[in-house]
């Protein structure tokens, strides 16, 4: 199997999922990268993750965050859940106003359910969403005293960015969506959960006449939808968004309006797949994956929490079947500055270095470090078969070669990897003759596999 | 415990979301503030009177006692020219002091960046909290960001001494080649290096503090026991940072509120006690801000937002009382017809800090000149 081949294949499934297993990669390569883009792109076409195993595995409310992110690892659309973390981190939702996670985790579904269709369905939804209703306060927008939350976010943060509408447009936006809220006040406790539901109340919603980027008529919310998502402005902002995601680390959001992107011809490819498919997200990431800038990004990214999290239980290879204690990674990635379901504030998490402090990083190698450390997992079993295969006395480069190949692969710089040698070389060649000398390599590959997660490049992805 | 006069330390704690300064410092005997609020005003007869305009929230109580006792300066009106409503935008301007560019270096970070030119201590300034705000943001000046105090360092989970010890040299060995492989690389390296040395330095905190006083339980007052905790250590920090979110009241201020007024002010009364308790209060000067207080009028359920916010310099060696104007409540005064207008500017009160507390030059840091208030004593 060509190396490039795997490399690119890797990539791909790094960004377009959330990693792989070293025997999905190997089949993934088989089937071809277009073909594999095809796949990804049409998630309808494949088959879904069985629901009713995963009720039984993941019952209660608390469970939910663990729930996706056993969904992130073994979906067989990993760009369908990819796409909904990406409409989670764009429509920046927070569990800690409303305290009610099915709200919060309905919106998730919502997001899996529509987020590779049409922009102007996706921006449908999210105006009708529940959590993202009380999150910005739209249950509290009414004819006479608007309440302006919703409607400056949906301009300012979900659509179109500084610069592209006035003070009076958010005012009217706002107008637009009075009485666009939920059947159910949230939170409900203390009589228990149950999802609340979007209503439209016809004596609260203000059917004056309003006027809109340009536009004038007695406009309802969907009105101002439809004119958001054809704003050549929103075709730039989802373009900029989905190359930040996707391809590789822009500025954070409020900068954008002064600082122009750092591949503005990559961007505006993308926006002109946005424009002649009138906002399908399905051929937007066709395109996006298909092109040169793309397959020429690799490690062009600091990986979310989300991602390092992800991948790195996709290296160690368990998790492929339902199970209790998934929580554990939600927490993970909290501990990360990823909160998932909870990001800081509307604006969602910042991206790119602001990933790296030192406190999170700490956070990040720790945690890579220790899940590796089992040698008894199956990823690390496969790492182990591997170098056996090797024979014994295999040469230092040999051990730290294998080692990065199949923890990726991935690419080091020359020094690092000098030093990894360096280590792999401190006790003699690998020995796999008896019993003893075996457990002894186990530990050494494991000691390897740590310091080879616990390097700069593995932060990126 | 201290013989000597100690460095004097700065400990900024940042209220997210923008609180509700006319519902914490209340104007209550104005018949503009509760007929503007019929629902989230709090009413006359449960504020508690400062004098015969102000009065306290009666759930900010330990501020309260704080301000009786002289320890509070509370300054009134704190915003700056046409203020941005935007939290992110609003948060950058305070971050960076710049509010018509965005800026990328934090105030604190140009602090800690004067006090230690050539980052010989990463532990100059120390953040608490999840991630590093901007505040404390500036390339090449290095401000500790510390999740969990109690278990803080790298490589942790290697229970085998010797082997930890083989790993953290290669580990170090890895993150310290600076052969230039762009500016990422060169962060994670900085970064990495800057954790190592801290962490050693870290340790100590937890393992030598004691104290009598107990902290309530919040994510503020956890914080503040952090900040006690490594300023007892010792360890040269001379700027902490911490973060009290929820601020955004648009909704359900009213039971919201009076909750997060509790629990901060709750814990500031902790903190400086447990200073006292060690004899280190004259060394910190607190200063509590948020990006922006709200909207005169409430919507029938909270407040949006809006300008004129209110912020509070803390500690032993503050001179007590209220500075600056209270914004003027007279509809004729309101901005956009609907926002308190500023009567001093933040960059001022950062001024007044980092040259009257901390004795250095505030104008590079701040941005320009800005007017002054004399809240210290002597």
Same mark, same amino acid.
């Given at each position: 199997m060509a190396g490039n081949d795997v490399a690119q294949m890797a990539h791909l499934m790094r960004r377009a999922g959330f990693g792989t297993t070293r025997t999905e990669l190997e089949a993934y390569v088989q089937k071809g990268y277009e073909n594999v883009v095809d796949e990804l792109v049409h998630p309808e076409r494949g088959t879904p993750i069985a629901e009713d195993i995963l009720q039984r595995y993941f019952g209660g409310e608390g469970a939910y965050v663990g729930l996706w992110i056993y969904r992130m690892l073994n979906s067989?659309?990993?760009?369908?859940?990819?796409?909904?973390?990406?409409?989670?981190?764009?429509?920046? %939702?927070?569990l800690g106003k409303n305290q009610h996670i099915l709200a919060s985790s309905d919106q998730i579904d919502t997001f899996r359910r529509v987020g590779m269709g049409k922009m102007r369905d996706i921006l449908l939804a999210l105006s009708k969403d529940p959590a993202m209703l009380f999150w910005l306060d739209n249950n509290e927008n009414r004819k006479g005293e608007p309440n302006e939350n919703y409607g400056r976010e949906l301009l300012e943060l979900f659509s179109l960015g500084v610069g592209n509408y006035t003070e009076d447009d958010i005012k009217n936006c706002a107008r637009a969506f009075t009485g666009w809220t939920f059947a159910q006040p949230i939170p409900l406790y203390p009589h228990g959960y149950y999802s609340p539901d979007f209503i439209f109340v016809e004596e609260e919603h203000d059917a004056g006449e309003k006027t809109f980027l340009g536009h004038t008529g007695n406009f309802n919310g969907d009105d101002i939808i439809d004119i958001i998502a054809a704003q050549p402005a929103c075709a730039q902002f989802i373009a900029r968004h989905l190359y930040n995601f996707f391809v590789a680390d822009e500025?954070?959001?409020? *900068?954008?309006?002064? %600082?122009?992107?750092?591949?503005?011809?990559?961007?505006?490819?993308?926006?002109?797949?946005?424009?002649? *498919?009138?906002g399908d997200m399905s051929h937007i990431l066709r395109v996006l994956f298909n092109a040169d800038f793309f397959k020429a990004a690799r490690f062009a990214k600091i990986k979310s929490p989300t991602e390092l999290v992800t991948g790195i239980l996709k290296l160690v290879g368990t998790h492929h079947r339902p199970e209790p204690g998934m929580g554990q990674y939600a927490g993970a990635t909290s501990l990360m500055g990823q909160?998932?379901?909870?990001?800081?504030?509307?604006?969602?998490?910042? %991206?790119?270095?602001?990933?790296?402090?030192?406190?999170?990083? %700490?956070?990040?190698?720790n945690f890579a470090v220790k899940e590796v450390s089992d040698a008894a997992k199956p990823g690390i079993q496969d790492v182990i078969a591997q170098l056996k295969a090797l024979g014994n006395d295999a040469a230092p480069e040999k051990f730290v070669d294998k080692c990065l190949e199949l923890a990726g692969p991935m690419q080091v710089n020359d020094t690092t990897h000098g030093y990894l040698t360096q280590f792999a070389a401190a006790n003699g060649p690998l020995n796999f003759e008896d019993e003893d000398a075996s457990e002894e390599t186990e530990s050494r590959v494991v000691s390897m596999l740590q310091l080879i997660v616990a390097s700069r490049e593995y932060q990126l992805g | 415990m201290t013989a000597t006069p100690k460095a004097p330390v700065l400990v900024v704690v940042q209220l997210t979301g923008g609180n509700d300064f006319m519902n914490t410092l209340i104007p209550y005997t104005s018949g503009i503030y509760h007929d503007s609020r019929p629902v989230?005003?709090?009413?006359?007869?449960?504020?508690l009177p400062t004098n015969d305009t102000l009065g306290w929230n009666p759930h900010a109580t330990p501020l309260m006692e704080m301000f009786d006792a002289g320890e509070v300066a509370v300054v009134q009106g704190i915003g700056y020219p046409d203020s941005n409503r935007s939290h992110f935008r609003a948060m950058d301007i305070w971050h960076t002091c710049e509010p018509e560019k965005i800026g990328t270096e934090g105030w604190v970070g140009r602090i800690v960046r004067e006090l230690d030119p050539r980052g010989q201590n990463v532990l100059t300034g120390v953040s608490f909290g999840q991630g590093l705000p901007r505040a404390c943001a500036l390339a090449g000046t290095p401000v500790t960001s510390v999740g969990d105090l109690d278990n803080y360092g790298l490589l942790t989970s290697i229970g085998d001494t010797s082997q930890?010890?083989? /790993?953290?040299?290669?580990? !170090?060995?890895? #993150?310290?080649?600076?052969?230039?492989?762009?500016?990422? =690389?060169? #962060?994670?390296?900085?970064?990495? =290096?800057?954790?190592? !040395?801290? /962490?050693?330095?870290?340790?100590? /905190?937890? /393992?030598?503090?004691?104290?009598?006083?107990? #902290?309530?339980?919040s994510s503020i007052a956890k914080s503040l026991r952090d900040v006690a905790r490594v300023h007892l250590a010792d360890l040269g920090t001379r700027v902490f940072y911490a973060q009290h979110g929820g601020y955004d009241n648009h909704a359900n201020e009213v039971p919201a509120h009076p909750r997060l007024l509790k629990d901060l002010t709750e814990a500031i009364q902790a903190f400086f006690t447990d200073l006292r308790a060690h004899h280190t209060s004259e060394e910190v000067v607190m200063l509590v801000f948020t990006e922006f207080g709200r909207r005169i009028r409430d919507n029938a359920s909270g407040t949006d937002h809006g300008t004129g916010g209110g912020a509070f310099i803390i500690g032993d060696k503050v001179k007590g009382g209220l500075y600056a104007e209270y914004p003027s409540l007279e509809p004729s005064r309101w901005v956009h017809g609907e926002d308190l207008e500023h009567t001093i500017d933040f960059r001022g009160i950062y001024g007044t800090l980092i040259e009257q507390w901390m004795g250095i030059d505030p104008t590079p840091i701040v941005n320009g000149n800005f007017e002054q208030i004399y809240p210290f004593s002597e």
């Open positions: 067989k659309c990993p760009l369908q859940e990819k796409m909904a973390l990406f409409w989670h981190h764009v429509f920046a %939702t927070g500025p954070q959001v409020p *900068s954008w309006n002064v %600082t122009p992107p750092r591949d503005a011809a990559a961007v505006e490819t993308l926006a002109n797949a946005f424009t002649e *498919s009138d909160q998932l379901l909870n990001p800081p504030t509307v604006e969602g998490w910042h %991206t790119g270095k602001e990933w790296i402090d030192g406190g999170l990083l %700490t956070t990040r190698v | 989230v005003r709090i009413k006359a007869e449960d504020v930890r010890e083989q /790993a953290l040299e290669t580990f !170090k060995q890895m #993150y310290s080649s600076t052969v230039g492989n762009g500016i990422v =690389m060169d #962060y994670l390296s900085q970064t990495g =290096m800057d954790v190592l !040395k801290g /962490a050693d330095e870290l340790q100590k /905190a937890p /393992a030598t503090y004691t104290s009598d006083v107990e #902290y309530p339980k």
